[in-house]
C-alpha cells in the first residue's frame, strides 16, 4: 500500500465533506443502527465536529485522496466525569482500506494531540471490533447508554 499521511484538516468544503459523509456511511455499513440516520445526518453531524474540534480533525490520505479520519476534542465537558477530559467523536476508515494500519496511524495521531489527558469515547454495544482496538489503546468500558458503551482512557 502506498505511503499514508496523516494531517490536520485544514478547511471543510464541500468535496471534503462529500467525501467524509461516504466513508462514514461506508464504514457504519452493516451497523446502521450506529450511524445516524443516513447522509444528512452524517451532513450536519461532520459539520458539528469541524465546529467543535477544528484543531483535532485529522484525516489520513493516499496521495491526495482521503481514506480515513478522526475527530479528537481537547476541550469535551464529560457529564459523566463531571469536568473536561479529551474526547473522541468520531472515527471512521473507509471499508476498503480497513486492515492496513490506518485507524491504528489516525489513533496515535490523536492520542498524541490529546496529550496525557482522560479520554472517552462512545461505540455501539455490537461493535466487538472497534471494542478490541480501542481496548488496545487502553480504553476500558465504563458505562451504557442505550445501544452505546462509553469507554475512557485515564491519563497515563
Not at 444528512?40 to 467543535?52: E, G, V
Not at 476541550?75 to 477530559?85: A, H, I, M, P, Q
Amino acid at each position: 500500500m502506498t505511503k499514508v499521511k496523516i494531517e490536520k484538516l485544514q478547511k471543510l468544503d464541500q468535496e471534503t465533506l462529500e467525501r467524509l459523509i461516504e466513508i462514514y456511511m461506508n464504514a457504519y455499513e452493516g451497523m446502521r443502527e450506529y450511524g445516524g440516520e443516513g447522509e444528512s445526518y452524517a451532513k450536519r453531524y461532520l459539520r458539528w465536529c469541524w465546529s467543535k474540534a477544528k484543531d483535532g480533525f485529522f484525516v489520513a490520505k493516499i496521495g491526495d485522496k482521503i481514506v480515513g479520519f478522526i475527530v479528537c476534542d481537547d476541550d469535551w465537558y464529560s457529564r459523566y466525569e463531571g469536568r473536561t477530559v479529551g474526547a473522541i467523536h468520531e472515527f471512521a476508515v473507509d471499508k476498503s482500506y480497513q486492515g492496513h494500519g490506518i485507524g491504528r496511524k489516525l489513533m496515535e495521531k490523536c492520542l498524541e494531540y490529546l496529550g496525557g489527558k482522560d479520554i472517552e469515547l462512545w461505540v455501539g454495544e455490537k461493535n466487538e471490533r472497534a471494542k478490541r482496538f480501542y481496548e488496545e489503546y487502553g480504553f476500558r468500558e465504563v458505562g451504557k447508554h442505550g445501544i452505546w458503551v462509553r469507554m475512557v482512557r485515564r491519563k497515563r
